[in-house]
């Protein structure tokens, strides 16, 4: 059983990695050219950190937990499913967002010029329906997306605080973009810079109610098998995260070679992380 400074701390880090959101929105509003260059490397060092740690760490004590449980053929069976089950978990989840709403679709803070040209083009009052509608959906998906980010650093932090730790990091890098995405049409249909910046850091609650969620259904249930099927399920989730999201937004952003030597990185700093830690 775990400790409620142990939980306290992994709810923290789901915060922390939700609330990212916010920094997007700031960015939005206070710089004015996206730097392409830094966030591609930032997103493929997501993904990197992300992959090494599923494939390398999670995967493996998920597996681990259950041979001991199960014996060594059937847990490995039901680690492998529960793997692929988090990825279709996520993935449903995924084509249930609308694509326009999608927030992994590519947004630069440059959008505000060309949003502010198109506005002078329309009627006032549609223009902001359709804004504000575009930013809440927005919202609301970045929040569907968030729940399952949000169990996957919890249980993470759980069972290792520095793997939440380096999962939580990765996780608020990716949501920066999202919070540009929520932010630029709640902007440009309020005109208030104090709504659109709420609404992009309030989306990122998600991630904290999913892993309370998570806890409340699971702590009751927890044993070593259920224990390794989440921890199984989170891998996938992860792999899934990083490959449908991190890594074609990172290549969007900038150059191909730019997210590969940015997921190289995060392989490195991941690796080098749990060796210390050994």
Known sequence: MHNYETILFAFGLTLFAGLATGIGSVLAFFTKKTNTSILSVALGFSAGVMLYVSFVEIFV???????????????????????????????????LVPSEENPHEIHKIEEIDSLEKRINREA??????????????????????????GLATFTAALTDPNLGIAIAVAIAIHNIPEGIAVAIPIYYATESRGKAFTLSFLSGLAEPIGALIGYLILMPILTPTVFGVVFAGVAGIMVFISLDELLPTAQEYGE????IYGLIIGMVVMAVSLLLFL
């Open 256 to 259: 191909h070679h730019l997210s």
């Open 124 to 149: 006032s009052e549609q223009k902001d329906k359709k804004l504000l509608r575009m930013g809440v959906f927005t919202a609301l998906a970045i929040g569907i997306h968030n729940f399952p980010e």
């Open 61 to 95: 004590k998920a597996k681990l937990e259950l041979q001991s449980v199960l014996g060594e053929v059937q847990g490995t069976w039901v680690t492998v499913l529960a793997f692929f089950g988090g990825i279709f978990f996520i993935a449903i989840i995924d084509r």
